[in-house]
């Protein structure tokens, strides 16, 4: 199968069968709280592949280089996944090498920064050698009668607050705030930040 796939770059006229991909890996994982529906754009370069298999987009990663979200010479990665009827087939691996060759060949960057909540993709990251650089609590908070009233008057009406913090500061969030744990997509989880160098 691995002769079968081709990476290449993400062309304007893949944005419905991206999005289509992207609801898909979505429902297998935790990386994502939102459903989208059109494609992000990002304020720097960007690095946008796609894994095809016979024509059809099965894989896809994107990288922002130098972003607000990274340290400068490092690419930030917003989007990588693999279709489940692809996966366990090493379309990830080959993705991330043409990204990390774009990365030294167009930037003369090695270095790729990657954060999930996700415990299948955190464990995938581990495995084929990823270094981890950090951990963060990702949660929603409900607001307070006070934060409810305070928007009000400018005629916004907050229904959760999504945000993070420190991994050893939960308990304090939570002893001054709630934080919503009955929404599966919203409760607390552990981010965990990695750095892949090629």
Not at 16 to 43: C, G
Not at 74 to 87: K, L
Not at 154 to 182: P, S
Request: charged share 30%; proline share 2%.
């Amino acid at each position: 199968m691995k002769d079968d796939i081709k990476i290449r770059n993400y062309k304007n006229s893949d944005e419905l069968e991206w999005l289509d991909l992207h609801a898909s890996v979505m429902v297998d994982s935790y990386a994502w709280w939102i459903v989208i529906h059109k494609k992000p754009n990002y304020k720097k370069e960007t690095i946008d592949l796609v894994a095809c298999h016979n024509e059809r987009i099965i894989g896809f990663t994107t990288g922002e280089v130098n972003s607000e979200m990274s340290k400068s010479n490092e690419v930030f990665i917003w989007e990588f996944g693999v279709h489940r009827n692809y996966r366990g087939k090493n379309i990830g691996r080959i993705m991330i090498k043409n990204l990390h060759k774009i990365m030294n060949e167009n930037y003369g960057l090695n270095k790729s920064i990657w954060y999930s909540q996700d415990p299948a993709s955190i464990e995938y990251y581990k495995h084929i050698g990823m270094k981890e650089i950090g951990r963060h609590w990702q949660l929603s908070l409900v607001p307070t009668k006070e934060q409810k009233d305070a928007f009000k008057k400018d005629n916004f009406y907050c229904r959760n607050i999504r945000g993070a913090c420190d991994i050893d500061k939960l308990d304090e969030v939570r002893k001054i705030f709630t934080t919503d744990d009955d929404d599966d997509t919203l409760k607390p989880m552990i981010c965990v930040g990695f750095e892949y160098v090629k």
